[in-house]
């Protein structure tokens, strides 16, 4: 069965601060999904990785996949109120089932 | 321009009663699915579809039976209600697969009493 751990599971800092956040594995997909969730929402996607080495930037976020496509990070610069939400990692799996794998999530709180 | 929607937002139940979470989606969408979120697990798939007609289940289908008579509606159905189905639950659709972005509803939060 293939996992995703994200660490931490919860991070609380001061607006302005940067911060990273990982979703990891033992195992290898074949494309990973980033999304944010906001209170009484659904997940809303921010981003598809499918290369390993791949990054892609949206706008203060900074996605890479690594090399071996086993994990992926989410760095914020400068991070805004606006930033609050539940992070969620979803991984594409390369078992019989290619079914998504997800993370339990990131609670981030950006204190003004 | 709807997306996904999920009726009703709340239900509270009490143990033994049944109802159906409905989902419609207005893209065309082949796969739909519906999953459950519950606090520190993420989302667990409960069933999925990958076109009318065609169901299959996901990691936690017990208690829940589905079927996909239309590619737009994809209804969730409590046999019998637990309080362990307490949960919030999502349904979402995407257009050829996993690996394409996935389009939720915003969630029926469901107790069970």
């Known amino acids: 069965t293939q996992l995703l751990e994200q660490s931490p599971q919860f991070l609380s800092i001061q607006e302005g601060e940067n911060l990273t956040v990982y979703c990891n594995s033992s195992?290898?997909?074949?494309?990973l999904q980033w999304y944010r969730q906001e209170p009484g929402e659904g997940p809303v996607l921010l981003v598809t990785?499918?290369?390993g080495g791949e990054v892609k930037k949206l706008k203060r976020l900074t996605f890479q996949f690594g090399d071996a496509r086993k994990d992926s990070s989410l760095h914020i610069t400068a991070a805004q109120p606006g930033d609050t939400g539940l992070y969620l990692c979803?991984?594409?799996?390369?078992?019989?089932?290619?079914?998504?794998?997800w993370g339990a999530g990131t609670k981030l709180i950006i204190k003004p | 321009n709807a997306g996904v929607t999920q009726t009703p937002k709340f239900q509270v139940l009490k143990t033994g009663q049944s109802m159906t979470l409905q989902c419609a989606q207005d893209?065309?969408?082949?796969?739909m699915s519906w999953y459950r979120q519950d606090p520190g697990m993420g989302l667990r798939l409960i069933h999925y579809s990958v076109g009318a007609g065609i169901t299959d289940q996901g990691e936690v289908p017990n208690g829940y039976n589905v079927s996909r008579s239309t590619t737009e509606d994809f209804p969730l159905r409590l046999l019998s209600a637990a309080p362990s189905q307490t949960s919030v639950y999502f349904c979402?659709?995407?257009?050829?697969?996993?690996?394409?972005?996935?389009?939720f509803g915003d969630g029926t939060r469901l107790s069970i009493l």
């Open positions: 893209m065309n969408h082949e796969y």
């Open positions: 979402a659709s995407s257009y050829l697969g996993w690996g394409q972005p996935q389009h």
């Open positions: 195992s290898v997909f074949s494309s």
């Open positions: 979803a991984g594409v799996g390369t078992d019989s089932n290619y079914q998504l794998i």
């Open positions: 990785v499918v290369t």
